[in-house]
């Protein structure tokens, strides 16, 4: 097989599923802030067992998202020896500062969060939730830092065949970055509540635990409701606006345009083939692509069909990747609502077959962020970093297609124990349920 499509195939599955894991740490840890300051202000027991509880899910999340974030850095190394030499000097200055300001910080906080609960004071104790909180979502900040300079390169000279920074404020703050981040972080928030309120409704069903699985659910679903509708307005709508702007081709492959039009119409749905390119059974609004993205239904846009071949991103997979993820988004938006809405009626507790929805629903939000970062990634193709160093130039020459298949049936190994040590203890954890609280930990 080609060398740079195992690469390529290796990347995608340790990233992929490192990728399960930050989204979970990010939700968990701002939800944790939430119950930590009801249970600490309204001296509420009910909310200090819920902060005891997915304190621990969050430290076990926390670790297995540290062993598997490990693989890519090694990675960037030796599949891709080019690309390191061709961005090292931009990518150096992120990582580093991912390291020393994010990582440090959310994990010497992680462990006084967990372990200092009634040794420290209850001020304390709330700071280092919060500081647990910062210092996952300040890592995220980094990370798509670097990953935004790969789609909107700013701050560089190409000097000697590779990119020399030139303002490290410029590299930082690149076309898409902030925009980008909130759009990641939201959806990370999303994560967090949908796997609070399904763990409610696992209790709630069992009717077990209820009141802390009812205040742990009406944190929840408030919580995700807000960062549900934030998702997909302003900052969806911000994002494709970007993408838009930025990077036409990656815009026309997802909004599937594949000829240029003016008044572009927005597809609702469409099953696409791609030789040639084509939309079936397609369900549209006229000119409304146009308006969302340039503010005029009559606005002209970009079809498929001026690009160069050779600079066309995958068709098929960025279409139906984008798509999905839309519909999963209005789904939590439409779940959160009526989950809201009867838990202001009082009548979510008397709900199973909505209670089954939510406690089915855990997983949602991490394929929606899945489906969001292959629309990224591989929209941008053929481009690793966009207009500047192509995929095919990037991968190292010495390494043979043999050895990272077997490297990819390794991290598969590794991969499938880790994940199923992950939902064992995870689902053991659950089912024993939130112990009660002792002596000392009690609030009054």
Request: aromatic content about 14%; charged content about 15%.
């Amino acid at each position: 097989m080609d060398a740079v499509l195992l690469a390529r195939l290796q990347f995608a599955l340790t990233v992929g599923f490192h990728f399960l894991f930050p989204p979970i740490t990010i939700g968990l840890a701002w939800l944790l802030v939430v119950v930590e300051t009801l249970g600490w202000r309204k001296k509420d027991e009910v909310y200090t067992r819920i902060g005891i509880f997915f304190g621990k899910v969050l430290g076990l999340t926390f670790a297995v998202g540290v062993a598997t974030g490990i693989v890519m850095e090694f990675q960037f190394g030796t599949n891709w020896a080019q690309y390191s030499k061709f961005v090292g000097d931009i990518f150096g200055a992120p990582l580093a500062a991912e390291g020393v300001f994010a990582f440090f910080l959310e994990s010497g906080f992680l462990g006084l969060y967990l372990f200092g609960r009634n040794r420290v004071s209850k001020g304390v104790h709330w700071f280092s939730a919060l500081m647990v909180a910062l210092g996952s979502t300040l890592s995220a900040f980094w990370i798509i830092v670097a990953n935004s300079w790969q789609q909107t390169p700013a701050g560089y000279v190409l000097r000697n065949g590779r990119a020399e920074l030139t303002s490290f404020a410029e590299a930082v703050f690149n076309p898409s970055t902030m925009i980008r981040y909130f759009h990641t972080v939201d959806a990370a928030l999303i994560s967090g509540a949908f796997m609070m309120a399904g763990i409610a409704a696992y209790y709630l069903l069992k009717n077990r635990e209820t009141a802390f699985a009812k205040k742990a659910m009406t944190v929840a679903m408030v919580f995700g409701l807000v960062a549900s509708v934030l998702e997909l307005m302003p900052l969806g709508h911000e994002h494709a606006r970007q993408v838009a702007q930025t990077q036409p081709e990656k815009f026309a492959a997802i909004e599937g345009l594949y000829t240029s039009a003016d008044g572009a119409p927005m597809v609702l749905f469409a099953v696409p083939t791609t030789v040639p390119p084509t939309l079936h059974g397609t369900i549209e609004i006229p000119g409304l692509l146009s308006w969302l993205a340039f503010g005029d239904p009559k606005a002209p846009i970009k079809g498929i069909n001026e690009f160069p071949p050779d600079e066309i991103p995958p068709l098929w997979l960025t279409f139906v990747s984008f798509h999905n993820m839309v519909v999963l988004g209005m789904f939590f938006i439409l779940l959160t609502a009526v989950a809201t809405y009867k838990i202001w009626r009082g009548t979510l507790w008397n709900s199973p077959k909505l209670l089954k929805v939510i406690l089915w629903s855990i997983p949602l939000p991490l394929i929606a962020c899945q489906l969001g970062w292959i629309t990224a990634e591989v929209g941008r193709q053929p481009w690793i970093v966009y207009k500047l160093l192509r995929t095919s130039e990037a991968a190292s020459i010495t390494v043979s297609a043999g050895e990272i298949l077997f490297s990819i049936i390794l991290f598969g190994a590794v991969y499938l124990l880790l994940g199923t040590l992950y939902v064992y203890l995870l689902v053991k954890k659950v089912k024993h349920g939130p112990a009660p609280l002792t002596g000392k930990e009690a609030v009054a």
